[in-house]
Nanobody, 119 residues
């Protein structure tokens, strides 16, 4: 079992920046992939960005060029640097970890952190 805790959400003006952090309770080296999802009010949860254990990253088209995901295995932490924020980025952001082990797949989620971008 892995617990994920997010930090860094808050209120920011459009055009501003925030950095989200996700601290894992155990080594993230064992997680095949980590990432960030978000859910705006009244909408489904959507992928924002993912990063593999090897460091390969993937982004939603809506955030490409503005957001950067990174991971620090030594600190058991994944980051999401968000620049040029827009009001439509307002959502609860969730940290995600995935692990394939023994033929099974395990998903881990944080509790979420609110990001609000004012116009």
């Amino acid at each position: 079992q892995v617990q994920l805790v997010e930090f860094g959400g808050g209120l920011v003006q459009a055009g501003g920046s925030l950095r989200l952090s996700c601290l894992a309770s155990r080594s993230i080296f064992r997680l095949n992939a980590m990432g960030w999802y978000r859910q705006a009010a009244g909408k489904q949860r959507e992928l924002v960005a993912t990063i593999s254990s090897g460091g390969s990253s993937n982004y939603a088209d809506s955030v490409k060029g503005r957001f950067t995901i990174s991971r620090d295995n030594a600190k058991n932490t994944v980051y999401l640097q968000m620049n040029s924020l827009k009001p439509e980025d307002t959502a609860v952001y969730y940290c995600y970890g995935g692990r394939d082990y023994g033929g099974d797949h395990y998903d881990y989620w944080g509790q979420g952190t609110q990001v609000t971008v004012s116009s």
